[in-house]
């Protein structure tokens, strides 16, 4: 399948009038209201990011791209059970949750599953039609950790 890069998509959009969907959902706009959780997750304070992120769940229990960040932040901190919990229920919500495919594929890989991670690999191979980030990102992460881990 061909794969366009995201600037070629940009520009594509751009011509039509349209903005590309990005799956972290808007997270690198500043005015996105899940900036400010965004920017605590780059600063790596994960703990508050976890904070504000269940408080801001208790208003949208439902929202996707919240349980993404929350188990993205648990993940970091080693809280591998509760960040499965939090991508799997983001997936129920959006099964092609771009964000939470690669980053659960990445959990999976830091579990010593790949095989796992070549299942959400595969998610994003279908959903990123024209090419994404986190297909790309993915498959680098599963490429490292078969070159580091050889069977």
Request: charged fraction near 30%; include cysteine; hydrophobic fraction near 35%.
């Amino acid at each position: 399948m061909l794969k366009i890069t995201t600037l070629m998509i940009a520009l594509l959009t751009a011509g039509f009038g349209l903005t590309p969907v990005h799956a972290d959902g808007g997270y690198n706009d500043k005015d996105s209201p899940l900036a400010p959780f965004q920017q605590l997750i780059e600063d790596e304070k994960y703990q508050q990011a976890i904070t504000e992120l269940d408080e801001a769940l208790r208003d949208k229990p439902d929202n996707a791209d919240l349980l993404n960040l929350l188990a993205y932040s648990h993940r970091k901190l080693g809280h591998f059970d509760v960040a499965m919990e939090n991508y799997l229920n983001a997936l129920k919500i959006d099964s092609d949750h771009r964000g939470a495919n690669e980053y659960l594929g990445e959990l999976y890989l830091q579990l010593g599953q790949p095989e796992k991670a070549d299942e959400r690999l595969a998610i994003l191979d279908k959903e990123c039609f024209f090419g994404c980030d986190e297909y790309d990102k993915l498959k680098r992460a599963i490429e490292n950790y078969r070159k580091q881990n050889p069977s």
